[in-house]
């Protein structure tokens, strides 16, 4: 974030390059939708948020979301979501991404049974608040302190 640091501009939002090391890719095709996607999700990101695309199977949610990454310099690492899921799963998936500082993709977040959605939800909102203070450590729920 420092003075020499790579801004990536998508509308009014500013967001830091990361410099991931991802490879030659293939981009994405834009389209109308693709577009709307990336504002949506870039205003997102500019508010401590994350994004949920919705639509039919197969056209793009996935790629669109892993082609936002690469442009901002980012590895995604998607996860297929099962009805089997546990929030345990999802907290080491949760850690992660935030140890490494990497975007998550989860497909198929619908499946996951409602009891395991109550307790990602305050994961999640753990992990936005967190971002919004710009906290370089938080409790995860669950955790214990050692302290």
Do not use: W
């Not at 640091?5 to 490879?23: A, H, Q, T």
């Amino acid at each position: 974030h420092g003075a020499s640091s790579c801004m990536i501009s998508i509308c009014d939002v500013n967001l830091s390059y990361s410099y991931e090391y991802l490879g030659c890719k293939e981009r994405l095709v834009f389209t109308t939708l693709t577009d709307r996607c990336y504002i949506a999700l870039s205003q997102a990101l500019g508010m401590c948020l994350g994004g949920a695309p919705a639509g039919p199977a197969g056209t793009g949610k996935t790629e669109t979301v892993k082609d936002l990454g690469r442009t901002l310099g980012l590895f995604v690492v998607v996860v297929n979501c099962t009805d089997q899921q546990r929030y345990t799963d999802m907290a080491k998936i949760f850690k992660g991404l935030c140890q490494a500082g990497l975007f998550g993709c989860f497909d198929e977040f619908n499946r996951i049974e409602l009891p395991v959605l109550s307790v990602v939800a305050q994961q999640v909102q753990a992990i936005t608040t967190a971002k919004k203070l710009n906290l370089k450590y938080f409790t995860f729920p669950g955790d214990t302190s050692s302290s």
